[in-house]
């Protein structure tokens, strides 16, 4: 007999609790339910550097959502896109909103990747910073224009360029250099030890009563 | 007794001397020490000679100035601190530049009095060493464990809207200005006297408007073409000499977008009494050029048919370069047949394909959303199924579909997709009927019960 024919056909997993690293983040206000199109906006841009940064970012934001138990949030690629997509500035923009349990486990998986990431960001952002005292273009430095040159590509094949703010970056490539190296400084700080939460705080920096 | 805490990163290191707490019991045997007093702090920075010394309240004031600066630096929205009243105050400022931050620090000078302040320049990395060590003291429950993070988001007040004061105040600016100029305009305006009753004329009105919209009518139409236009029989030799399109592809896209012209605008379908068939030239952009009566269609007979409306006369400066030839039948039925007069020599590909999966995933999702939002339960649907290859831009426009099953043909206009189809959006159409983009090919079934299926191609 097969051993496996025990089993109850009709046997469900337990339901699964919260995944406990939500509760690692505090919820901002109790007025609070959902997000800001602002909030969802940077927590998409801040992942687009994710992805300028390394090759494959999104399969491995996947993988570090089911490493940290977030795959009930974060199950599938279709699902961290369409996460993204509540971006206002996104071409596919779905007008919908994060949750707070969604838009926690993006900024969880973002700081995560982001402490991976920890020596690759400091040296980009020495590196610009040396490169400009030279007084040098910052195209003189491989590794950092590549990731500008990534960051860039992203962001335009997947902003829509009918947003003036998007128009405006896409028109000005220093601006659209200047945002990409803002997001860096912004992911070296979610590298530290309370990176993490001072990035979820940061979100809600003007949102709150 | 004494004990020192150094939290040390690359760029900073913060070195705090304390007394310990006798009174608390140790667990263990490699606990820790408590350090409940803090006596001294020193905070300095590789590459600066500069050390800020201080005692407790430099330290207090030290982390709270820095933790909500990192809270600043994130969100780019002020904090308000504000400045603690005792002595050993420490500030951080914004550089003029992103990257730059100025820490100061003023130190309580020996005889009670505020000191000349210290500065100490920061870049970026070194200003997240000095947070990154703030937050190490901070998650350090052996030091001072009063002293801990407090994270709160600033209220929306503190909130710069995104558009520069100047930028603002330019409409106001302008409405006020506005109202001054109308006010004066307006001043200068005489008033009005008795109005006088207008003559009344009759009858030549109706006439005069005909003769104008005729009159501006003609020169426009004869002002379009950018040269004279060909005769007939320099048509039939700039035809002739136009190199024959024989690339499978670029004959399937025409053929296409020729069939969706003929068949958008063939109206009175029932008024045919026999088949009519035509040799048709097309051009590269899918233009009409020149059309033939064949087998046995009688000469007159094209103005059954949508052909004379559609037919697009080449002029000497634009002669064809390129012609595709089809073979096209107007049923009696009310079908349209159309096929390439020389057939095909090759496969029809479908031009420059979109291959990464993450962007086919992201564009599939897109398309079933977009097409299901406009798809609803059809009980009345002749068929069950209805399935469609769909070309889609990088940007998610529908450029081209066709036809995969023999209901889908007849049942198109059911669907939602001569209504999304936007050729235009990969380039087709201006110079050629061939995407000048590249697509990703996705399959699409309309269900009847209103499901939508997308999968890739």
């Known amino acids: ?209 | 007794m004494t004990i020192k805490r150094q939290y040390s990163l690359p760029n900073c290191r913060l070195l705090l001397e304390g007394i310990v707490d006798e009174e608390v019991v140790v667990e263990g045997d490699h606990a820790r020490p408590l350090m409940s007093v803090v006596v001294h702090a020193e905070c300095s920075f590789t590459g600066s000679n500069q050390t800020l010394i201080g005692g407790p309240a430099f330290l207090s004031n030290l982390t709270r100035a820095v933790s909500v600066y990192a809270q600043e630096f994130l969100s780019g929205v002020q904090h308000p601190l504000p400045l603690p009243a005792e002595g050993e105050r420490v500030q951080l400022v914004r550089g003029d530049r992103r990257d730059l931050h100025h820490l100061r620090y003023y130190p309580k000078a020996a005889d009670g009095e505020v000191g000349a302040p210290i500065q100490v320049d920061l870049n970026t990395v070194q200003l997240f060493d000095l947070v990154e060590a703030v937050d190490q003291f901070f998650a350090d429950t052996r030091t001072l464990p009063g002293l801990t993070l407090q994270l709160a988001p600033t209220s929306r007040r503190y909130r710069q809207a995104d558009v520069p004061a100047v930028q603002r105040s330019a409409p106001l600016a302008l409405g006020v200005s506005g109202l001054a100029l109308a006010a004066i305009a307006l001043f200068l305006v005489p008033v009005p006297g008795r109005i006088e009753e207008p003559e009344r004329k009759y009858g030549d009105t109706a006439s005069e408007t005909a003769e104008e919209t005729e009159a501006t009518d003609t020169p426009e139409t004869e002002a379009s073409p950018s040269g004279p236009l060909l005769n007939a029989e320099e048509l039939a030799a700039a035809l002739a000499d136009a190199q024959q399109i024989l690339d499978p592809t670029e004959l399937d896209y025409i053929q296409r977008y020729t069939r969706r012209e003929l068949d958008g605008s063939w109206e009175n379908r029932d008024e045919l009494t026999q088949d009519l068939t035509y040799r048709l030239s097309v051009g590269r952009d899918g233009a009409i050029l020149a059309y033939e009566p064949v087998e046995g269609t009688p000469a007159g007979a094209d103005e059954q048919t949508p052909l004379p409306d559609l037919v697009f006369q080449p002029t000497q400066d634009a002669l064809p370069e390129a012609i595709a030839e089809y073979k096209v039948v107007f049923t009696a039925n009310g079908i349209l047949q159309i096929n390439p007069w020389a057939g095909y020599q090759g496969t029809p590909t479908f031009g420059p394909r979109l291959e990464a999966p993450d962007q086919l995933a992201e564009l599939g999702e897109q398309l079933q959303a977009t097409l299901a939002s406009r798809w609803e339960e059809n009980p009345d649907l002749l068929s069950d199924e209805l399935t469609y290859r769909v070309g889609v831009t990088e940007a998610g426009a529908i450029a081209d579909y066709v036809a995969q099953n023999a209901a889908a043909f007849e049942l198109e206009a059911e669907t939602p997709l001569p209504e999304l189809l936007d050729p235009a959006a990969a380039g087709i159409g201006e110079e050629t009927v061939v995407p000048q983009q590249p697509l990703g090919q996705f399959r699409v079934s309309f269900y009847k019960d209103g499901r939508v299926e997308v999968t890739p191609f």
């Open chain 1, 1 to 209: 007999m097969n051993p496996s024919a025990s089993l109850s056909p009709d046997y469900s997993p337990p339901s699964r609790p919260q995944p406990l690293i939500l509760e690692s983040l505090p919820d901002p206000d109790s007025a609070l339910q959902t997000c800001s199109p602002r909030i969802q906006q940077r927590l998409d841009l801040v992942l687009l550097a994710i992805e300028a940064l390394e090759l494959g970012g999104s399969e491995y934001m996947l993988a570090t959502a089911r490493e940290l138990d977030l795959a009930s949030v974060i199950d599938n690629r279709v699902t961290l896109w369409r996460l993204r997509c509540t971006n206002p500035w996104r071409r596919s923009y779905t007008r919908s909103t994060l949750s707070l349990r969604q838009a926690k486990a993006l900024a969880i998986v973002a700081s995560h990747r982001a402490r991976q990431l920890t020596v690759l960001i400091r040296q980009l952002l020495l590196a610009k910073q040396q490169v400009e005292e030279k007084g040098l273009p910052i195209e003189q430095h491989f590794r950092l224009s590549e990731y500008l040159e990534r960051f860039r590509a992203h962001f335009r094949s997947r902003m829509n360029a009918r947003r003036a703010k998007v128009a405006f970056y896409l028109a000005h490539e220093s601006a659209l250099n200047d945002l990409a190296l803002d997001l860096l400084g912004q992911l070296l700080f979610c590298t530290g030890t309370a990176g993490m939460q001072r990035f979820w705080i940061s979100l809600f920096d003007g949102e709150v009563a």
